[in-house]
Structures are given as C-alpha cells and as structure tokens.
C-alpha cells in the first residue's frame, strides 16, 4: 500500500520535486500539499495536468498551519520538505512539527531532483533573498552576450495562481506587459528582458528545458530564495551577503550553495566591518577550501537627484528582501541616505494586509515593501503610499511598479550596479565556465 505523503512548499520547489520525482513514485500518494511563505497567493489545488493521471482530481493545497489536521483527516506517514530561504531555527521548528504528529520526515536531495541539460548551465544561487543575487545574475548574462552567446535565463518558480502556465517564455518587455505577472515574479523577470536576454520560468522544469534549450546557446540558471539549481550546474556561483555574517553557514539551504560553489561573491562589502568581513571569509574556508572569494559592492544610483536631496521620501522596496528575506532594508533606503533625504516611516499608515506585514516581520525598517501577490495587496499598497505626506517616492525595485498602481508623488527610480573590489572578475568567472568541458559531479 503506498505511503500517504504530504509535500511542504511555498509554490516553487514543492512542485519541481512533485513533477520530477513523487509523481512517477508508485510507493507514495501525495495526498496534499501545505503552502508557507506566500502571502496572499491564489492557488488551491494542484491541476489534474500537473498532477497526472494517478491524481485525476488533482491534489489539494493547504496552509501549513494545518499539518496536524491534515495527517489525522489522512493518515499522513511522511512530511516531505520543499521549500528554502530557511535560517536553521525555522528548519528545526519544521521538523519538530512534522514529527510531533507522527510523522516521518524527508528532504529531497540533489541527485534526486537535478535536471541535466545538453547546454552549459552556469548557476546563480543565494545564502538568504537579499543578498543581489539578481544583480550577479545581470552582470553574468550581459559577459554572456558580449562573446555573442545567447543566453537562455531560467529563472525558479514562482506559482501563485492556478493558472500557472507550465512553461512561460518572455523574449521581450511587450510579452511580459501582455502577461498576468504579480509584481514579485516582474521583478525577476524585467532586468534580463531590458537587456535583451529571454527568460523562462512556469511550473515544469523538464519541459522549460526543452525550450530554454532551443533559445540559448548557454543557460543561465536564476536561482530563487536560496534554493539550490534544478539544472545540474557545469559552474556554480554563490552570492552571500557581508552585512549580515553568519547567513552563509546559517540558513537552508544555503549552505548547500556555499558547500558546492566554484565562486561565492559576497556583496556589500562596502557596508560591513573588516571583522564581519573576516568572519565569513574564515566560515566559508571551514567547508569550502577550494573556491573563489570575490568581493563586491553595489554601486547605487537614482534617476533624479534632485527630487532626493534634502526631501521628504517614501521608501519602497523589493517584498522578499524585506519579508522572509530578513534584510532591514534595500537599495532604496541606501539611496536615500546616500543623498541626503529624510525617510518619512510608513509603518503607522499602513493599510490593509501591508499592516500585518509589519506585525509579521518586526525587524523591517522604515520602508514599504512592494508587496503584490494579489489584487488586494496592489489596492493596500497604493493606499498606503498615497496617504502619506511626502515629496517624492523612491522605487527601489526592479520593475516600474507605476504601471502596476497609480501613485500620486513624483517617482524616482533607483539603480544599482555590480562592482568587483577584489578577487577574480566576472569576465574571469564566465571564462572559467567557458572552460568547463561538463557538469559538476555531485
């Protein structure tokens, strides 16, 4: 009789480990899903297409408040992890959990779910949100395209709705204002598009890499959170962030990252001490001799300095940095410092889900996330930005969020941009890629 098995996600890896290894797995039924992490998404249930014939209902999905009802109404015998972005007192509360009803406890591992591609894959991955892995990603595509390559970006899912296409390609900005994207998947999306590069993401991984395949000459795998690549990697790079020490041996998976890197980039550099520096310069040595340390910083600009200087701002940042990231702030609230304003604090005009946001994450600092899973979240985000007395609103995300809500202030944009202050550049990372003759062993 199969073992009746619950998959615990947040609408990204739960399903690419679902697709590529439970759902041919005649020894399980997977009788739910739990969801975390995702505030405000629009899924309820599994579709028949994804989850084939052996489910012609579907599977339903749940809140992972419910674990323990939901193994006594099924009689779960194994809780299955999938999702990251996890410090290791998170991951050990999961744990206990799961087996606090009975039930056994699994993680899926590399070998297992690992894709392997007839393209070079280079990977982009975290050891928390926040950390600019986008930004490394950005600088890697565009060496990428100086040689002439063509790059197919792959970027981790982010399935919020039942409508979810199975594969989605982007090959220019008109495709992506043509689409029913959240603000949270055009942030990812935006940035490689403006540069010419296509990008690719859905819910099916297998089959993304059928069409990524076809698009590119390499592949460049856009990490999520701080999950590890579905693609088996020929390079693999690592970004930690050197403001916030002891992320790059403290979370899951992150540290898998770490571990298995050819390069780990720690940005910010410019932001933290010598000693935090030094400190996980000395924990990355501890479980990876072998790999390049690069140094890095984010040089940060904004669009109109003059509507900065010396006024009254909001601040709005990318959501997952400032949510389960765990980052005080971004790029936005550096730029305001950086020239001169004064941050006006939201929190007290927060509206709507936005307010218990702030009770959710009370370590986020005097700035807006940009938080757009749903059409009420883009209503209480509006709201909230438009109430407040202020000059001018500075955007610190990667999209142009005015075409997703009407803002009432003048906007200014703020850029940011990747700059090596030691260690092997990034031209000298893709050469090393270029090298490479297969994929990594693991």
């Given at each position: ?145 100086k040689r002439g390559l063509r790059v197919s970006v792959v970027r981790h899912p982010m399935i919020y709705r039942d409508s979810t296409p199975l594969v989605q390609v982007f090959k220019d900005l008109n495709d992506l204002n043509a689409s029913s994207l959240t603000i949270e998947e055009r942030e990812e999306v935006e940035p490689h598009l403006k540069i010419g ?13 059928v069409e990524a395949e076809k698009l590119g000459d390499v592949i460049l795998w856009d990490g999520g959170n701080n999950d590890w690549p579905f693609y088996r990697p020929w390079y693999w790079v690592a970004v930690t962030d050197a403001t916030r020490p002891g ?196």
């Open positions: 009789m199969p073992r009746k098995v619950v998959v615990i996600g947040a609408g990204g890896r739960d399903f690419h480990n679902f697709i590529t290894v439970l759902r041919k797995d005649s020894s399980v039924e997977v009788v739910a899903f739990l969801f975390t992490q995702i505030p405000g998404a629009e899924i309820r249930r599994v579709s028949r297409e994804v989850a084939g014939d052996r489910y012609p209902a579907g599977i339903p999905i749940y809140p992972l408040e419910m674990l323990p009802n939901i193994v006594k109404f099924y009689g779960v015998d194994e809780a299955i992890l999938s999702f990251s972005d996890l410090t290791y007192d998170e991951l050990g509360n999961v744990i206990s959990h799961v087996l606090s009803t009975g039930c056994s406890f699994r993680i899926l591992g590399l070998k297992e779910t690992m894709l392997d591609s007839t393209k070079p894959v280079i990977a982009v991955t975290a050891t928390k949100t926040g950390a600019g892995k986008s930004t490394v990603s950005k600088a890697i595509v565009e060496e990428l395209r590069a296509p990008v690719l993401l859905g819910v099916d991984y297998t089959k993304i890499l992320i790059e041996v403290g979370a899951f998976p992150g540290e898998v990252n770490i571990r298995l890197a050819d390069a780990i980039i720690l940005t910010k550099v410019g932001e933290a001490s010598k000693e935090n520096i030094d400190r996980i310069v000395k924990n990355i040595r501890k479980i990876n001799s072998n790999a390049h340390i690069v140094k890095a910083d984010f040089v940060v600009n904004v669009d109109k300095p003059d509507m900065v200087s010396g006024k009254k701002v909001i601040v709005v940042e990318d959501a997952p940095t400032v949510t389960h990231g765990g980052a005080a702030y971004g790029a936005g609230y550096v730029a305001a410092k950086r020239f001169g304003a004064e941050v006006v604090d939201p929190r007290k005009y927060a509206v709507g889900y936005l307010r218990k946001v702030y009770e959710q994450y009370p370590g986020m600092g005097p700035v807006i996330p940009s938080m757009g899973y749903s059409l009420q979240q883009l209503r209480d985000l509006e709201q909230t930005i438009n109430s407040i007395d202020a000059d001018a609103v500075i955007i610190a995300t990667p999209t142009d969020l005015e075409k997703v809500i009407k803002i009432n202030k003048p906007v200014v944009k703020v850029f940011w941009q990747l700059k090596i202050v030691e260690g092997p550049s990034i031209e000298d990372l893709v050469n090393e890629f270029l090298s490479r003759s297969s994929p990594k062993s693991i």
